[in-house]
């Protein structure tokens, strides 16, 4: 059993910058892969970005690549999401969320086990 907890959202100005943590409690095995993800009113839960425990390889979707840099401490079980240049269009509740038997991509949220309950992140023009 994995329980996330989102921190680090709230109202920033267009072209500002964020950084989202999310800290894991429980026993985070060295196979599990943590991402990120994103929900805005009317639309689909969205892929951001992933980090795999083990190897600290990472993905990005194309819209936040070059902006936006997760990472991971497996010291104190966080993942962090530093994300720069926001823009409206980033405004979305962000979900951190692990991955226990990661055997296909990263990038599918059906294949995440565990949820946190997300954060608000609002960027204003």
């Known amino acids: 059993q994995v329980q996330l907890r989102e921190s680090g959202g709230g109202l920033v100005q267009s072209g500002g910058s964020l950084r989202l943590s999310c800290a894991a409690s429980g026993t985070i095995y060295s196979n599990y892969v943590l991402a990120w993800f994103r929900q805005a009113p009317g639309n689909e839960r969205e892929f951001v970005a992933s980090v795999s425990w083990r190897n600290n390889k990472k993905y990005y979707a194309e819209s936040v690549k070059g902006r936006f840099t997760i990472s991971r401490d497996a010291a104190d079980n966080t993942v962090a999401l530093q994300m720069n240049a926001l823009n409206p269009e980033d405004t979305a509740v962000y979900y951190c969320?692990?991955?226990?038997?990661?055997?296909?991509?990263?990038?599918?949220?059906?294949?995440?086990?565990?949820w946190g309950q997300g954060t608000q992140v609002t960027v204003s023009s």
């Open positions: 969320a692990a991955d226990t038997f990661p055997d296909s991509s990263p990038m599918a949220s059906s294949n995440y086990d565990f």
